[in-house]
């Protein structure tokens, strides 16, 4: 990932901090299209998204675009399930529902869809894969 592509997004997740929220651990990681199935080894690919971790939430953005940011407060998470297949890994976490701009096809006919829009809907599960297994969040203040 190229220095200028993670300082930019860096930067919009933490323009989103709270006041007194510092970031723990910051690096890269892959949101898969679908979280409900999804195979590692289709996910790890392009230039994936940011990932900042504080001690209330993981935010991630994988746009240069404000409204693409996510965030998912601990708090919220009921579970989580760590995967791995080869050297990927990724953390499926389930949660409660949160409202999150989505992309989504902008037409259907019955199991037919075609192009592309944005919505915003409610989603229960988030998984951020990683290229490794080992760990790919570096602490805050590391190279």
Do not use: K
Request: net charge positive; aromatic share 10%; hydrophobic share 45%.
């Amino acid at each position: 990932m190229h220095a200028e592509y993670f300082r930019r997004r860096m930067d919009l997740l933490v323009g989103r901090l709270e006041p007194g929220e510092r970031v723990l651990a910051r690096g890269r990681a892959f949101e898969p299209p679908d979280s409900r199935r999804f195979d590692l080894a289709m996910v790890i690919g392009g230039p994936g998204c940011v990932v900042a971790v504080t001690e209330r939430r993981v935010l991630w953005v994988g746009r240069d675009d404000q409204r693409w940011v996510r965030s998912l407060p601990f708090a919220l998470v009921r579970s989580y399930t760590e995967i791995t297949q080869a050297h990927r890994y990724a953390l499926a976490l389930d949660h409660e529902s949160v409202e999150r701009l989505q992309s989504v096809a902008a037409h259907q006919l019955l199991w037919w869809s075609w192009g592309n829009t944005e919505a915003v809907q409610s989603v229960t599960s988030t998984v951020l894969a990683f290229r490794r297994n080992r760990q790919e969040l570096w602490m805050a203040g590391s190279a």
